[in-house]
């Protein structure tokens, strides 16, 4: 919203408004959104009204508001609206005038007859009506809930709104209720209550750990094999695939280099681990050695073939 313009009276406001889609304004009590775009136009809610601003300087009422779209980003969805709101939703006084009664503002004015009360500013079924659509307004309106570890809210977020239950999630200690997430160290109510049927009920996805149902009352128990998980198979410590280890940790690890620290021989690549630094094995501490043996064979070698062949010239001149 970059400014407001107050117009003929306080109770008239014109705004221009930007605003992103999902978003939207409270103006003089009424909220106004932005919902999304349609054939070059704009769907908009005004409390509990829709309507679609088809095109550019062309104003739509919606619940008693004037809307006309100056300008409209599609990528990201911006919509620019001129927004007047000829009177003040909200101040008590039903001014039967500019636009406002009972159906742009219930606050003020009320709603038709007894089968509807105001509800943000809209009108919905009275719970006390035998035709009532609505299961409750508030959360107050529904019954406590007989299932154990259940609660009852209601449920706005479908319409007409309904009584629905859900599980308790909160570990609460004294309230009667073990959650399934909960246990003795955290709420005194699981002191009595299994917290599993069967071994199934424990598995933790680790193929490194056996998980069991056990002790009384019933609880999940976790004996770990001690190894590194690697997809659905428990490699043991110390074991070393390709380039990489299962450390005392329990994590996987790349083998290490030469100088590198490390405590046992299968951290380093060389598979000897001397005075806490990987060192050379036993290939890379004989090569040099056999490197030197190679090269005095090759010329013993070559001074014995220079002997057989000056013996043989020799034999040929006499």
Known sequence: MLGMVVLLSSVVTAE?????AGQGEMINGKNVTFIGILNDGVNMQVDGDFGHIPKKNETVIIGGVHIMLLGLSKNPPIAILDVIVPFSCGDGTCSGGAGEDYASCCKDCGCLGSAKNCVNNI???????????????????????LEPCTTTYCNKEVIPFQCTTKDLEECIPGDGCCPIS????NDNDCLYKDQCSSDKDCEDDDPCTVNTCS???????TLDQGGCPKGDQCIPIGTIEGFTYCSQEEKIFSLRELGEACNYD???????????????????????FSIISIFIICILLIAFYLVVLIRKRMEEEQ
């Open 123 to 145: 009108c919905v079924s009275n719970l006390s009506s035998p035709t009532v659509l609505f299961g409750c307004l508030e959360d107050d309106d529904c019954s406590t809930s």
């Open 215 to 221: 002790s009384k009352p019933k609880s999940c128990q």
């Open 266 to 288: 299968y951290e380093c690549i060389s598979q000897q681990c001397n005075d806490l630094e990987c060192g050379k094995g036993l290939a890379q501490r004989i090569l040099p």
């Open 182 to 185: 909960c246990t003795i160290n």
């Open 16 to 20: 221009k408004l930007y605003v992103d």
